[in-house]
């Protein structure tokens, strides 16, 4: 794995925390070049940029950014091209898990679901698009989420967005295959970052950490893995989420799921 990141720079949004995070000190470990961490949050941005700098001096770049204003994620990539000198790993990790009963969620709810979760994702891939086709190639990866093939009850945003995300990102890769740059998909599992707070609940027992998490997803990636799956429940959504087979029992499964959430426990 340590020979991808090797001297390569990466972008992360998200960057400021949890498995963002965790995703560019790990590259760093590896030798990377660069790594700039773009996150919404000013506070945990300027106290994470300041932190890494100090283990490795001159290699790190904090650029706050909006990723739901085009905008801001075009100005983000220059200053983060301008800064490496090129762009090798765009990792589109900004999010947040959503939660809601479906006839409380507004139009406007939606649409502030798909601005982050989806839109945040697409204005990366085509702000970096040029940037790796003039330098010959790169790799893109976005972050979705187990839930794209357990689509779960209170969770109808979180799991449309990331289901929408996958098949971008999908569909993407083949796209661009020929072009030398590389697109994943990528899953954390289940992992002990603040996302949880969202359904107002505790990581479960055995949650991995951002650090586990962020290996695994970068272990893959070296391998140029089609869809990288952060742990095995995450394997086993994707295995038998959509097979006609099995159908029956996950009824049971996303209905027991269903029926607990309604009664206050917020089980997975």
């Known amino acids: 794995m340590k020979e991808y990141y090797e001297d390569k720079v990466a972008v992360v949004t998200g960057g400021a925390s949890g498995i963002g995070l965790a995703l560019a000190e790990t590259m760093l470990s590896c030798g990377a070049r660069h790594v700039v961490l773009a996150d919404f949050n000013g506070e945990n941005l300027k106290r994470e940029t300041e932190r890494l700098n100090k283990a490795y001096p001159g290699r790190v770049l904090g650029l706050r950014c909006d990723v739901t204003?085009?905008?801001?994620?075009?100005?983000?990539i220059r200053?983060?091209?301008?800064?490496?000198?090129?762009?090798?790993?765009?990792?589109?990790?900004?999010?947040?898990?959503?939660?809601?009963?479906?006839?409380?969620?507004?139009?406007?709810?939606w649409e502030k679901a798909f601005a982050l979760n989806f839109y945040g994702a697409l204005y990366g891939i085509r702000a970096v698009l040029p940037i790796m086709r003039e330098q010959g190639g790169?790799?893109?990866?976005?972050?979705?989420?187990?839930?794209?093939?357990?689509?779960?009850?209170?969770?109808?945003?979180?799991?449309?967005t990331k289901a929408a995300l996958n098949g971008?990102?999908?569909?993407?890769?083949?796209?661009?295959?020929?072009?030398?740059?590389?697109?994943?998909?990528a899953t954390p599992g289940t992992t002990a970052t603040a996302i949880w707070k969202t359904g107002g609940a505790e990581p479960p027992p055995g949650?991995?950490?951002?650090?586990?998490?962020?290996?695994?997803i970068l272990a893959?990636?070296?391998?140029?893995?089609?869809?990288?799956l952060g742990d095995e429940g995450d394997a086993m959504g994707a295995r038998y989420g959509f097979n006609p087979d099995?159908?029956?029992?996950?009824?049971?499964?996303?209905?027991?799921?269903a029926r607990k959430r309604r009664s206050g426990e917020w089980v997975v």
């Open 138 to 160: 790169g790799h893109i990866v976005d972050i979705i989420s187990g839930i794209a093939f357990s689509p779960m009850a209170q969770q109808t945003m979180y799991s449309a």
């Open 207 to 216: 949650a991995q950490s951002p650090e586990q998490s962020a290996r695994t």
């Open 79 to 109: 200053k983060a091209a301008e800064y490496g000198g090129r762009i090798d790993f765009m990792f589109n990790n900004a999010g947040a898990g959503l939660s809601g009963y479906f006839d409380s969620l507004t139009n406007e709810d």
């Open 69 to 76: 204003k085009e905008v801001d994620v075009r100005e983000m």
């Open 168 to 185: 971008l990102t999908l569909a993407l890769r083949y796209e661009l295959w020929d072009e030398n740059i590389r697109v994943t998909a």
């Open 220 to 228: 893959g990636v070296a391998r140029n893995e089609r869809l990288v």
């Open 246 to 257: 099995l159908a029956a029992g996950r009824d049971d499964y996303l209905l027991n799921v």
